[in-house]
């Protein structure tokens, strides 16, 4: 039996005079185009696709058909380009469709550009540094300003602002985010911290202690007011957990190296052994150990 259409509303809240029947520049209506005569957008912004998604959203087009068209402009006789939707067309092809329903519109790749990128802002589950580097790219290659992005994608400009400073934020810190090692609050105290460096502390301290937001928002300040230097301190609470052969090992590796030995512990049993130096001299003595150690 056939599938029932399940074609939903177009694209006209997202892309600029699209409900305009008589536009020259776009096709108001829907096209079925063979899959094979459709390749991939150059600008899209999503560099990698959850294939568990994916392979979801393709049993659904299986059962339901594909409830929004996707759009794409063509480029040559029988040939497409994908302006947004690509996340659709590889569940479609997946799901063995030979044709896709499209809107089919004229755009030159400034336009293209901007409405991939408020397409997938709006409608996929990017990570956050995929959001800020979208947003990113709108300010600086469709040269909006941030009032008029604010309105393209219906958010506040201060939530647009908070986004786009996540991309300062250390290399490492990003992956973190991508990753979803860390989350949005942590991100966020983390941004609020001028000295990468410090924010690196912050993070590996995350890492090892396990860090509820709450807990670095009350580190970020501290630092702020540098009336403590938090960073790399564990707590006493936590302090006062070591089993008894973490001192008496501290004890004996302080006196190896001559030099005050600390340990960081959590709960998880991940930690750190700290080993002070007070001078150049100082830490070129304690590499020595180390050098024949390794002997």
């Known amino acids: 039996m056939a599938k029932r259409s399940a074609l939903g509303r177009g694209l006209g809240a997202l892309i600029d005079d699209a409900d305009k029947q ?21 600008f899209q912004p999503r560099t990698k696709f959850d294939e568990t998604a ?4 393709s049993a659904s087009i299986k059962e ?28 479609s092809k997946l799901a063995g469709l030979k044709t ?26 990017l990570d956050a540094i995929e959001v800020a580097l979208s947003y990113q790219r709108l300010i600086e290659e469709c040269k909006l300003t941030q009032e008029v992005l604010s309105d393209r994608v219906g958010k506040k400009r201060s ?32 941004v609020n911290i001028p000295n ?10 995350i890492m090892d202690e396990d860090l509820s937001v709450r807990k670095v928002e009350e580190i970020v300040r501290n630092l702020g007011s540098r009336a403590t230097a938090p960073v790399e301190q564990p707590t006493e609470e936590k302090k006062e957990k070591h089993p008894q052969e973490y001192g008496e090992l501290k004890e004996h590796l302080s006196q190896f190296f001559n030099s005050k030995v600390d340990f960081t512990l959590n709960n998880k049993g991940k930690g750190k052994i700290v080993i002070p130096f007070g001078s150049t001299k100082d830490l070129e003595r304690i590499m020595g150990i180390l050098d024949k150690l390794g002997r």
């Open 22 to 42: 008589n536009d020259s520049h776009s096709s108001p209506s829907i096209n079925e185009i063979p899959i094979e005569n459709i390749e991939a957008n150059p």
């Open 54 to 57: 994916l392979q979801e959203l």
């Open 64 to 91: 339901l058909g594909i409830i929004q068209p996707i759009t794409l402009r063509k480029v040559a006789d029988d040939k497409y380009q994908i302006i947004a939707g690509e996340r659709r067309f590889r569940a």
């Open 100 to 125: 896709v329903p499209a809107y089919v519109r004229l755009a030159e790749d400034d336009g293209m550009l901007e409405m991939a990128l408020v397409e997938n802002i709006q409608r996929e589950d």
């Open 159 to 190: 939530t647009i602002s908070n986004y786009l400073r996540l991309l300062k934020l250390p290399t490492l810190i990003q992956k973190g985010i991508i990753d979803k090692t860390i989350s949005m609050g942590h991100a966020r105290a983390l």
């Open 196 to 205: 990468p460096e410090d924010q690196l502390s912050i993070y590996e301290l």
